[in-house]
């Protein structure tokens, strides 16, 4: 249980951060801390429905195969993982990029924290 709260706070501070970073025009470390966010996002899912983690975007499709994530939420984290790739490998550093990361990334925590908070794990159905 305490590892569990450790990874909640972990992803609360890294959305923080996000957030904090753009106020501060770091647009490319935003995007790259949004991935990251997203990674121990993904990572928490898939442990609590037993699923082994693959590389980012095979397990994101796993968790929308086997309803965990709706098509939505699926399509949004793909979209957090590539804007986080191209600020990583291409050095982009744009501010809308990094403000459609903090915005899903916004809008998915609210989901995530919502289902984390339940006792047992549940499918969610599609939106």
Same mark, same amino acid.
């Given at each position: 249980?305490a ?6 706070? *972990?992803?609360?501070?890294g959305a923080?951060?996000?957030e =904090?970073?753009i106020g $501060?025009? $770091?647009?490319? &470390?935003?995007?790259?801390?949004a991935? $990251?966010?997203l990674?121990?996002? %993904?990572?928490?899912?898939? *442990?609590r429905?037993?699923?082994?983690t693959?590389?980012l *975007?095979s397990?994101?499709d796993?968790?929308y195969?086997?309803? %965990?994530?709706s098509?939505?939420s699926?399509? @949004? ?5 590539m804007?986080?790739n191209?600020?990583? @490998? ?12 903090? @915005? &899903?990334?916004?809008q ?11 006792? =047992?794990?549940?499918?969610r159905?599609?939106?």
């Amino acid at each position: 249980m305490a590892d569990t709260m450790s990874k909640w706070e *972990s992803i609360r501070e890294g959305a923080n951060d996000v957030e =904090r970073l753009i106020g $501060q025009k $770091q647009y490319n &470390l935003a995007m790259i801390k949004a991935r $990251q966010t997203l990674e121990i996002m %993904v990572s928490v899912l898939a *442990s609590r429905y037993g699923m082994e983690t693959q590389d980012l *975007s095979s397990t994101i499709d796993e968790l929308y195969r086997a309803g %965990v994530l709706s098509r939505t939420s699926a399509e @949004h984290y793909h979209k957090i993982r590539m804007i986080g790739n191209k600020a990583a @490998h291409e050095a982009d550093d744009n501010p809308t990029g990094a403000n459609v990361a903090y @915005h &899903l990334l916004s809008q998915e925590l609210y989901t995530f924290a919502h289902d984390y908070g339940n006792q =047992r794990p549940v499918r969610r159905s599609s939106q």
